[in-house]
């Protein structure tokens, strides 16, 4: 009997991969998961770990879920950082570090951090998983697109250089030519543009309110192909809710073949 992905090697539509952090934590060297990048946040401007988990409790108290818990933490650290930074108690080493042009365009300095701190980043030196990469690259000309909410530049640099175009902005589905093929979505943000990294409270809510482009966009993908997750744990309620979404727009009918079409890769 043909299991899920053997039916789709078979079939006449090319799958989308959905891609989650745990496939850059698999090759990247040192690569954080949501927690440690917060806390390794919060060791650039106080090394008393106390103080960060006095945070956690804090919002623990309040009944915060895990995502809850993790955007507010993003929304204090950012707050903290930029104002060490302005107080000149941390810097960058980018350009003028005394007094950097980005500053006067008004991007945070804590996302300037984390772009920085993700485009540094790694690749493995295992050869077991570097020959996974190799096998990973021959995917290019049998997926029709990847969904990712990682910032990191794994996959544009390392499995399809050149080959893929890569939209980290909304507008840019409406600006630039889109085909719905070799096309990757950063729909968290790029280390590559500071200015579209989401990782505050405020950052999830502005884009619920604005994220129609890249919810149209989803949704199409979604009707028109197998989707494939990989790397995922599922507790960011942004991604729950836009697969929400395109569940209430499905017959039960249709619901009793998802099994088919949505296909969860567990590590």
Request: hydrophobic letters at 40%.
């Amino acid at each position: 009997m043909e299991n899920t992905l053997e039916k789709i090697a078979k079939g006449n539509k090319m799958p989308v991969l959905f891609i989650g952090s745990g496939i850059s934590k698999r090759y990247l060297l040192n690569y954080p998961n949501w927690i440690e990048l917060l806390e390794h946040s919060f060791r650039q401007f106080n090394d008393d770990m106390f103080q960060f988990q006095k945070q956690v409790d804090i919002y623990k108290r309040r009944g915060f879920s895990d995502f809850e818990i993790n955007t507010s933490l993003g929304t204090f650290i950012e707050d903290e950082y930029n104002s060490a930074f302005f107080d000149r108690k941390i810097k960058l080493d980018i350009e003028n570090s005394k007094d950097p042009d980005w500053v006067k365009h008004g991007i945070s300095p804590y996302k300037m951090f984390l772009s920085l701190y993700f485009e540094k980043l790694e690749l493995t030196k295992d050869p077991s998983l570097l020959k996974e990469i190799e096998e990973f690259r021959k995917l290019k000309n049998k997926i029709s697109a990847i969904i990712t909410t990682n910032y990191d530049l794994f996959l544009e640099t390392q499995i399809f250089p050149s080959d893929y175009t890569v939209f980290a902005r909304q507008n840019e589905l409406f600006s630039k030519d889109s085909y719905n093929i070799a096309e990757i979505y950063k729909i968290h943000g790029s280390a590559n543009d500071a200015n579209t990294i989401m990782i505050t409270k405020k950052d999830y809510e502005d884009f619920n309110t604005s994220r129609k482009l890249f919810i149209a966009k989803l949704l199409i993908l979604f009707s028109e192909s197998p989707i494939i997750f990989l790397g995922y744990s599922f507790t960011d309620e942004d991604i729950q809710a836009i697969i929400v979404d395109f569940l209430s727009c499905l017959t039960p009918k249709e619901l009793e073949t998802i099994e088919d079409h949505f296909i969860f890769i567990s590590y």
